[in-house]
T-cell receptor, first 113, second 119 residues
Framework: RKEVEQDPGPFNVPEGATVAFNCTYSNSASQSFFWYRQDCRKEPKLLMSVYSSGNEDGRFTAQLNRASQYISLLIRDSKLSDSATYLCVVNIESNFGNEKLTFGTGTRLTIIP | DAGVIQSPRHEVTEMGQEVTLRCKPISGHNSLFWYRQTMMRGLELLIYFNNNVPIDDSGMPEDRFSAKMPNASFSTLKIQPSEPRDSAVYFC?????????????????FGPGTRLTVL
């Protein structure tokens, strides 16, 4: 099983719709979770951190379910500018005993006018 | 403010040649990360440094890869000899955080990447 798993998509969604992505992780000891956004041929950028109680930033809502080991990202009232690849990021304990961030392969989202 | 700077932005080389990728982190950041991104494997952490010291190089694919950070403002990733399967986008990222495990919890700022093609 992959350490961080995402549905690669693509998700093609009409403008104004609501879209949700899930991401599952394998290490139950993971403590930190993030969503990064990556535009085509650009570098990843932090979209938001994911907190245990869930958190919201404008049209974006992130939630964590520790029991089922998944995190989710909800985008409401989607805009054309939301078209991008969304990367799920989880901290995983490495073989060296320390921790490192592990990225999912990303979910591609296209907003259709 | 200048973000993370990487050079070159594009590199095309022939199999067997040495390739050196360069990175200048954001001033004041004390952690630096090298990643490789491919369609098949996504974004993979190769190595990271904290206060110029390598902390975890378990992601380095093999001995052909080496990375150095001689000072707080410069790092290199070297591939020697290069192979076609090394073709990928290589990202450098930096962040600021406390030493130890907590350093990975802060936002990482990525450079624009180096697109490497090995023929």
């Amino acid at each position: 099983r992959k350490e961080v798993e995402q549905d690669p998509g693509p998700f093609n969604v009409p403008e104004g719709a609501t879209v949700a992505f899930n991401c599952t992780y394998s290490n139950s000891a993971s403590q930190s979770f993030f969503w990064y956004r990556q535009d085509c041929r650009k570098e990843p950028k932090l979209l938001m951190s994911v907190y245990s109680s869930g958190n919201e930033d404008g049209r974006f809502t992130a939630q964590l379910n520790r029991a089922s080991q998944y995190i989710s990202l909800l985008i409401r009232d989607s805009k054309l500018s939301d078209s991008a690849t969304y990367l799920c990021v989880v901290n995983i304990e490495s073989n060296f005993g320390n921790e490192k961030l592990t990225f999912g392969t990303g979910t591609r989202l296209t907003i259709i006018p | 403010d200048a973000g993370v700077i990487q050079s070159p932005r594009h590199e095309v080389t022939e199999m067997g040649q040495e390739v050196t990728l360069r990175c200048k982190p954001i001033s004041g950041h004390n952690s630096l990360f090298w990643y490789r991104q491919t369609m098949m494997r996504g974004l993979e952490l190769l190595i990271y440094f904290n206060n110029n010291v390598p902390i975890d190089d378990s992601g380095m694919p093999e001995d052909r890869f080496s990375a150095k950070m001689p000072n707080a403002s410069f790092s290199t990733l070297k591939i020697q000899p290069s192979e076609p399967r090394d073709s990928a986008v290589y990202f450098c990222a930096s962040s600021f955080g406390a030493s130890g495990g907590a350093l990975i919890y802060n936002e990482q700022f990525f450079g624009p990447g180096t697109r490497l093609t090995v023929l």
